[in-house]
T-cell receptor
């Protein structure tokens, strides 16, 4: 069991659906991340939040919309996705940003299939 | 700029034999280095990390890694492979400000009974 919990673990959605991925961290961390992991491709950083403020958005399409209501929770709202968005979406957290030796801890991931 | 190269995309070993997964890094500063393991259908689990203390770092499940600045390497080793070690392994380097993480492309480890 990790200190970062993601739900749902599996999600199948149509291209016209709206769904959300949820992440909760129980580690008392101040920074949270969304990563995308596709087959045969390196891990891609999508968004970074620090103390509920978005600090990085790596050219992610607007059909992905993050939300960080507090430092323990992170959402990824999904709408009008494409089949190529099918991937494992990993949430992570770290104690803070700009911290020497900063370490990120990952959740189990949410498998997304867009049909 | 920071980057990391995992030299082997796939490694296959027999159960009970040593494991060596190779990682070279590039960093303009004194880096922090990490190894993560990902079992099938799971997230990434931290195996060990180096943050400028002892150069030989011990992690979980019998793994260890040695930081060699002169060779810019951070290879992961284990004396005796177990079937449960079969997984994907990622080498990661962080920037000097601690807010950027650079992932290798991963090494898939197969353990043969």
């Amino acid at each position: 069991e990790t200190g970062v919990t993601q739900t749902p673990r599996h999600l199948v959605m149509g291209m016209t659906n709206k769904k959300s991925l949820k992440c909760e961290q129980h580690l008392g961390h101040n920074a949270m991340y969304w990563y995308k992991q596709s087959a045969k491709k390196p891990l891609e950083l999508m968004f970074v939040y620090s103390l509920e403020e978005r600090v990085e958005n790596n050219s992610v399409p607007s059909r992905f919309s993050p939300e960080c209501p507090n430092s323990s929770h992170l959402f990824l709202h999904l709408h009008t996705l494409q089949p190529e968005d099918s991937a494992l979406y990993l949430c992570a957290s770290s104690q803070a940003l700009f911290l020497t030796g900063n370490t990120i801890y990952f959740g189990e991931g949410s498998w997304l299939t867009v049909v | 700029a920071q980057s990391v190269t995992q030299l082997d995309s796939h490694v296959s070993v027999s159960e009970g034999t040593p494991v060596l997964l190779r990682c070279n890094y590039s960093s303009s500063y004194s880096p922090s280095l990490f190894w993560y393991v990902q079992h099938p259908n799971k997230g990434l689990q931290l195996l060990l990390k180096y943050t400028s203390a002892a150069t030989l770092v011990k992690g979980i499940n019998g793994f260890e890694a040695e930081f060699k600045k002169s060779e810019t390497s951070f290879h992961l080793t284990k004396p005796s492979a177990h079937m449960s070690d079969a997984a994907e392994y990622f080498c990661v380097v962080s920037g000097n400000t601690g807010n950027q993480f650079y992932f290798g492309t991963g090494t898939s480890l197969t353990v043969i009974p």
